[in-house]
């Protein structure tokens, strides 16, 4: 039995949309973001509606890697860079659950509803990987008593739906525009 090994190759072109992408919500991130919470503080951002829109550009395979890196970027560069490995998964999932939902069947990320049901879905997961990981961080890096730990990372997450909410408010209308200007076919050649 012959089983055929099949590469495939990453273009320049998704190099350069990665990286584009992946520049576009590290900025996003960078250029508005406002501390939030109690002990380990996060931030309310940008950055998710470029992720959203990403996931609806690039499709889940290129979302999820500009979206990893792009944010996780930004907490490498400011001072929540012990945040960077959690950021990188969470943000990488969350492209990927967006897109993922946003171009299941036929919809290919043109539909308005399938395209905010799929950002809804993607910022729950955002949310509560979070949730879980600032418990870890508090309780396992800081010694805070684990119910203690519970109650502060509660404190993030009106700021975390708060950020999912703006998000999909600013990614809706701009991906609403870019489809209707066919910007797909541009990109994608």
Do not use: C
Request: charged share 10%.
């Amino acid at each position: 039995m012959e089983f055929k090994q099949t590469k495939k190759r990453v273009s320049t072109v998704d190099m350069v949309q990665i990286a584009f992408m992946a520049a576009i919500v590290y900025v996003a991130t960078a250029m508005i973001n406002v501390p939030v919470g109690i002990g380990y503080k996060g931030v309310v951002h940008l950055g998710d509606s470029m992720v959203f829109l990403a996931a609806v550009l690039l499709g889940k395979k290129k979302a999820a890697i500009a979206a990893a890196i792009g944010m996780s970027l930004f907490d490498l560069l400011s001072p929540y860079s012990m945040w960077a490995p959690y950021t990188f998964f969470i943000k990488g999932i969350m492209g990927y659950i967006a897109a993922v939902i946003a171009y299941r069947g036929s919809y290919k990320g043109e539909n308005i509803i399938n395209n905010i049901f799929a950002f809804i879905v993607a910022g729950v997961w955002m949310n509560a990987g979070y949730y879980i990981s600032g418990v870890f961080v508090q309780h396992f890096y800081t010694n805070v008593p684990l119910n203690q730990a519970i109650m502060i990372q509660a404190t993030h997450v009106p700021g975390d739906i708060a950020q999912v909410i703006v998000g999909i408010l600013i990614a809706v209308p701009i991906s609403e525009m870019l489809r209707r200007s066919n910007i797909k076919r541009i990109i994608n050649r």
